[in-house]
């Protein structure tokens, strides 16, 4: 199970979410495969969408980061409901490139250049959708560079995924950082220096610290507390019924044209692979 904390400072000016998505990277890189590289990345994705999705008003709300990039890695989506619980999917799980210049797994090089889209979805008739360029495709530049530039809000952002040399997830996890208007300038400078100081987060929650330690020290100094701390997992929301019903929406001659060229149909879930099949009479009857 992993865990999110959200914790504040004394004067209201700051507040940090800090999670170990851990078992949510690793269940991801269960169920997609994904090489070193792509582990990373969706896994870093997963963990933002994760932090955003509890930042959400409404637990029935949800989020979608779709990373559309014109690296090998494709496209990458993270789905994040109300409680900060994820799904995700990248477009070719297997991309194998070298170490970047710093000896560390390439994020940037496997997702390229293109766009951010974040997609809120707040119960309304449209969803909000945002987008911003995709800055370095490390993600934590890109999702604090959505934040400054698309909702004016000025965060700082830390993600990081170990991989082990047998490509489980040794660790996972992040924090983002947003700054409330009026925060005064000793606490920005603190803050900032905070920052520079800290090893990445993967490394902290490898040693053994807490998401609380690991906001805590982000906000060394300006006296934090604990807001509130709860569960988040990998949760996939698909089910029989909702295949039925984006089979139905395709369309009777589809439906009527799969049943009787292929006599069947199997649906694959693209963020558990769980799969449903159909025969050729329940398609018939979607057609009616
Ligand atoms: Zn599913």
């Known amino acids: 199970m992993g865990k999110i904390v959200r914790t504040i400072t004394e004067d209201g000016g700051i507040l940090c979410c800090a999670i170990d998505s851990t078992d949510i990277a690793a269940c991801s890189e269960q169920i997609h495969q994904t090489s070193a590289v792509n582990t990373a990345a969706l896994g870093r994705l997963l963990t933002a969408a994760s932090i955003m999705g509890t930042m959400l008003k409404n637990t029935k709300d949800s989020i979608t980061l779709r990373l559309a990039g014109d690296g090998p890695a494709g496209t990458l989506i993270a789905v994040s409901d109300g409680e900060g619980n994820v799904r995700g999917w990248v477009e070719n799980p297997i991309v194998e490139i070298p170490l970047n210049d710093k000896g560390k797994l390439d994020v940037g090089g496997a997702v390229g250049s293109g766009m951010l889209y974040v997609i809120k979805d707040l119960g309304m008739r449209e969803p909000y959708v945002g987008?911003?360029?995709?800055?370095?495709?490390?993600?934590?530049?890109?999702?604090?560079?959505?934040?400054?530039?698309?909702?004016?809000?000025?965060?700082?952002?830390?993600?990081?995924?170990?991989?082990?040399?047998?490509?489980?997830?040794?660790?996972?996890?992040?924090?983002?950082?947003?700054?409330?208007?009026?925060?005064?300038?000793?606490?920005?400078?603190?803050?900032?220096?905070?920052?520079a100081g800290m090893a990445p987060v993967s490394s902290l929650l490898a040693s053994g610290?807490?998401?609380?330690?690991?906001?805590?020290?982000?906000?060394?100094?300006?006296?934090?507390?604990?807001?509130?701390?709860?569960?988040?997992?990998?949760?996939?929301?698909c089910s029989r019924e909702?295949?039925?019903?984006?089979?139905?929406?395709?369309?009777?001659?589809?439906?009527?044209?799969?049943?009787?060229?292929?006599?069947?149909?199997?649906?694959?879930?693209?963020?558990?692979?769980?799969?449903?099949?159909?025969?050729?009479?329940?398609?018939?009857e979607f057609a009616k």
Do not use: W
């Open 131 to 195: 987008q911003t360029p995709i800055v370095t495709g490390e993600i934590a530049e890109d999702i604090t560079n959505y934040y400054a530039t698309s909702e004016q809000t000025p965060t700082a952002c830390g993600l990081g995924v170990l991989v082990n040399p047998d490509l489980t997830v040794k660790a996972a996890g992040g924090y983002l950082v947003q700054l409330m208007p009026g925060v005064d300038e000793d606490t920005i400078t603190r803050l900032e220096q905070n920052l």
């Open 242 to 284: 909702r295949v039925e019903k984006a089979l139905i929406s395709i369309g009777r001659q589809e439906l009527e044209k799969m049943a009787h060229e292929d006599g069947q149909c199997e649906v694959c879930c693209q963020f558990c692979t769980q799969k449903y099949s159909f025969t050729k009479e329940e398609l018939l």
């Open 209 to 237: 610290k807490t998401p609380q330690e690991i906001a805590f020290q982000v906000l060394d100094g300006l006296n934090p507390s604990l807001l509130d701390e709860y569960p988040v997992e990998y949760r996939c929301d």
